[in-house]
């Protein structure tokens, strides 16, 4: 006899049973996401449509208008034309917290957002990111999950450590993000003084339809600069808006910040044997490999005249691309490219694009109508239908390939093609014990303590020491040191609050 399982089977909304809650289906293991895949389309819809009107993540930020200056560096590899020799393109940027609610203190620890919209000729392009290089899964399958771990439950309405390192150390993926959140830029000083990355890989297309793969790194010319776990606490009670202050009363007094946008190039065909999966968003690509290419300067230098309007609306959305900039097979990436897009019709409406915010400078021509909140149409003379043959407007091939890729074209359930260096703690373990210097690993063992401490299930926290171990052995024996004299403590309250 079969024995039956002992936890309830994973279901769709209509009761169907699922196969998956971890893999997106895909063609091939590094292919593109199908949208056949029923229950992730399911399941990131649901996720969108939690709230109102806040944003379910990113709900707390603020931000700033200014322009981005490219050099003569990018357009070898792109032929968008924000990174032609010369140009300068208004941009927007919008900072965030991702767990915190609106009303939650800047300085909790947690990552912050790092998502800039370039009002180019060619259209807008935007680009969502973070202050860290990764993120804490590398399929958008898990992520309504992940952020259900770091957010409040639902009986009590509390954050809670348990939920949080259960996920975590039964997801191990998150190792090398958990390691960035836990270390010293965990607690940034100021927006001002923090890096901003695209973290995941996207493609770039020149004018000769050559590809290649791109990370973005933004380098912050005030310096890169933290504050301790004391400090950010203090300020969580005395100004709780503290970076919102920061950023404006700045720019105010024309003290304009400033990032140096930097990309890593890997040429299209290294991807295909390189020693690990290029397009995992847990990963790093080593400086070594792939050296750092400045590409232009953004620097902020208007405050916005009405916070609602312009930063509270503005929508950012991965699919938001323009001529020479494309997907990648990152799998987190792909899941986005639906899901903002998704939750800017719900959360702001169907028209969000025609916000002056988000409009972009040049002409739309398209077949949309109707909707809530719309304001421009077509005149009554435009047909409503494509094709046409009375003047309509209609699309224009290209005359030089676009993005894309190559797959093996089956369906599959599956986390990605094995690589040799496919290790999920490897690079949590290296940025630990080569990047972090010895009062940064001294600081980091004290709000993971302070972290871990927080959990009540014996076998979590047994899980969470099993998880340091595994990204360093000395790192998990000292935990576990820490957790049986109940020292470390000092971080628990904000490291919770995650």
Not at 116 to 131: A, I, R, S
Not at 180 to 208: F, K, V
Not at 284 to 290: F, G, K, Q, S, T
Not at 330 to 347: G, N, P, T, V, W
């Amino acid at each position: 006899m079969t024995a039956q399982p002992t936890t309830p089977r994973s279901t769709t909304q209509s009761g169907a049973p699922v196969t998956s809650d971890a893999h997106s289906q895909s063609t091939g293991a590094d292919g593109a996401i199908a949208l056949t895949d029923h229950y992730l389309i399911e399941k990131l819809a649901q996720f969108n449509r939690e709230r109102v009107p806040e944003r379910v993540v990113h709900a707390k930020g603020g931000g700033a208008f200014g322009v981005f200056q490219a050099n003569e560096n990018g357009a070898a590899f792109t032929k968008a034309a924000l990174f032609r020799p010369g140009v300068e393109t208004e941009m927007l940027i919008r900072f965030s917290s991702v767990a915190g609610e609106q009303g939650s203190p800047d300085t909790w620890r947690d990552p912050r957002g790092f998502a800039v919209k370039f009002y180019t000729p060619e259209g807008n392009y935007d680009l969502v990111g973070n202050n860290t290089p990764v993120f804490f899964i590398r399929d958008g399958i898990k992520f309504p999950d992940f952020i259900h771990s770091q957010k409040r439950l639902p009986g009590s309405n509390l954050r809670d450590a348990d939920m949080q390192w259960d996920f975590w150390t039964l997801s191990p993926e998150s190792a090398h993000q958990v390691t960035w959140l836990m270390g010293d830029r965990g607690l940034p000083a100021s927006w001002r003084e923090m890096q901003g990355y695209g973290s995941h890989t996207y493609q770039w297309i020149n004018e000769a339809g050559e590809r290649f793969w791109v990370k973005y790194h933004f380098k912050s010319n005030q310096g890169v600069h933290a504050m301790s776990a004391d400090e950010a606490e203090q300020l969580a009670g005395s100004d709780a808006d503290y970076y919102i202050r920061d950023l404006y009363e700045n720019i105010e007094a024309g003290n304009f910040p400033s990032w140096d946008l930097h990309v890593q190039v890997m040429p299209y065909e290294d991807a295909k044997d390189y020693r690990f999966n290029p397009f995992d968003l847990t990963k790093v690509w080593p400086h070594a490999d792939y050296p750092l290419i400045k590409v232009g300067t953004m620097t902020l230098n208007r405050n916005p005249e009405n916070y609602f309007a312009q930063i509270e609306q503005a929508t950012f959305a991965p699919s938001n691309f323009v001529p020479g900039i494309a997907a990648s097979p990152d799998k987190m990436l792909q899941a986005r490219i639906f899901s903002y897009a998704d939750a800017h019709r719900y959360r702001v409406g169907t028209n969000h694009a025609q916000l002056p915010v988000n409009a972009p400078k040049n002409e739309v021509h398209n077949y949309s109508q109707n909707g809530q909140g719309r304001y421009h149409f077509n005149a009554p003379s435009v047909p409503v239908y494509a094709p046409n043959s009375v003047g309509g407007p209609a699309a224009v091939e290209p005359t030089a390939p676009g993005g894309g890729w190559e797959n093996d074209g089956a369906l599959t359930l599956s986390a990605h093609s094995l690589h040799a260096e496919d290790s999920d703690f490897g690079q949590a373990g290296t940025l630990y014990r080569e990047v972090y210097d010895d009062g940064a690993r001294a600081r980091f063992l004290d709000t993971i303590t302070g972290a871990v401490s927080g959990v009540q299930s014996a076998d979590i926290r047994e899980r969470a020491i099993a998880y340091w171990t595994n990204v360093d052995a000395e790192l998990g024996a000292k935990l576990r040191a820490n957790l049986g004299a109940g020292l470390g403590t000092s971080d628990a309250e904000a490291a919770n609050k995650l």
